[in-house]
DNA sequence: ATTAGAGGATTGTTCAACGATTCATCAAGC
DNA sequence: GCTTGATGAATCGTTGAACAATCCTCTAAT
């Protein structure tokens, strides 16, 4: 009977793999990349003809495609005008910080009765940050964090809470253009992170809660000035 | 300046209503009552063609209002095999619900530092609620709780919240079909949701905090007792 | 310098068509 | 009797074209 349960969930863990032929959905995955690394920077306009024959699909699943992502919150549509790579104003990175502040907080008190794996789990990340630091890849360490903070509300275990994380970490990468200098957004988060990580192995969840709140605070400030700076 | 200021807070209010023209928000509109109101019930296949002559608008136009409420997980869709109203199954309502435990008890958190006229509103939709029940109306009730509901939530002042929030009450209303009688659903918590405004109002959060945990809890046990007799 | 208008380009929407996939039916084999 | 495999109908996925509506740019006139 468990044996049983078992493959079931194995079956039914690989069902979404199989599912993924959509040729609109296909379409979406490359401009998602191409808009959260930077090709396509947040303004640009996306025409329709121009990126149908590049891809070359129809326009239909190309603005099926524009709709997925929209809803995504990386695109933008105006009627009559097109859609656009998402600008994030100043108020929107506050919101997400806000809404970060709720879920990860809620994900480091349930870190006492999540199973220990995740926990470890969380600590993983850190070290993957570390090791792309280590050889100079900044892009690398912007994953590696957000992955770190994905795994905090993992602890959560449930499924909409990670998708409402994975999604506004996604937006939030749009913000991050206003930054100049990756590294110097990403470094000093290392070490913040490592001992957030050991509070949370350690048990002392009320200490890794104000650690993190401290996190958001000095990190959405850094944010909002490169924001006001740039008069975005 | 404030004249003007007067002006745009105004104008850019009413933009959404003149952005309504796309046909498909129509359309989706109008299938989304019908999802809500049981007209379509879980499970129901959505038939293109159907639907698409009954409503008198293309394959693409609808294909689009799919996709707007596939997005509000009122619809599935599933590859080469149509769209299907969303079977809410009992794993679901636990995730909706645990979510719902973070984003509102996060709220009557925040109502300590929360505009008063927002506190307030919390209390009207309790009143609302009463009334609607004295009119024997309880699908008013119902929707008088959400809105009770959402107004906690609202106290974070965060717009992704409340976008968040409003979607998973309205995929929660897909669970409600299972309860026979709405008023054996909807009555018990009038009292409870009066109890905890007052508490709001007055200021004691962290028993407001309490009493909102229990409600979910019984709330949740309540539909999972349904689902569980029901064999869903 | 500002405004008005014409023209071109792009999007919004619909339609018809064809290939691809699923589902139900039915026959063959163990 | 049950499973396996093939057949055909129904439906979805995608494309291309067409036309209307809208926006943008450029020119010309005041």
New binding site residues.
């Given amino acids: 009977m468990t044996a049983m349960a078992d493959w079931a969930a194995r079956l039914s863990a690989a069902r979404p793999v199989?599912d993924r032929?959509?040729?609109?959905?296909?379409v979406a995955d490359v401009l998602r990349e191409n808009v959260i690394d930077g090709s396509l920077p947040p303004g640009t306009?996306?025409?329709?003809?121009?990126i149908?024959n590049l891809l070359?699909?129809?326009?239909?699943?190309?603005?099926?495609a524009f709709r997925l992502l929209s809803h995504e919150n990386l695109l933008v549509?105006?009627?009559?005008?097109?859609?656009f790579v998402r600008k994030l104003a100043a108020a929107d990175v506050a919101d997400i910080y806000a809404m970060r502040r709720i879920l990860e907080t809620a994900g480091v008190r349930a870190a006492v009765t999540a199973p220990p794996e995740a926990v470890r789990e969380v600590r993983r990340h850190v070290d993957e940050g570390q090791a792309a630091a280590e050889s100079g890849d900044w892009a690398a360490v912007g994953t590696a964090n957000m992955r770190f903070h994905r795994a905090i509300t993992a602890l959560l275990a449930s499924p909409r809470v990670d998708e409402t994380m994975a999604r506004l970490l996604a937006e939030l990468r749009l913000a991050f253009h206003v930054m100049g200098e990756l590294r110097t957004f990403h470094e000093p988060y290392l070490e913040d992170n490592a001992r957030i990580a050991t509070l949370l192995i350690d048990g002392d969840h009320e200490r890794a809660e104000r650690e993190l709140v401290a996190y958001f605070d000095t990190a959405e400030a850094q944010l909002l000035a490169a924001y006001a700076e740039r008069g975005v």
Same sequence: chains 1, 2.
């Avoid at 306009?45 to 121009?50: A, D, G, N, P, Q």
């Fill in positions: 199989l032929a959509s040729a609109a959905e296909l306009r996306l025409s329709e003809e121009t149908g070359g699909v129809s326009r239909n699943t190309l603005r099926e549509h105006e009627l009559h005008r097109g859609v």
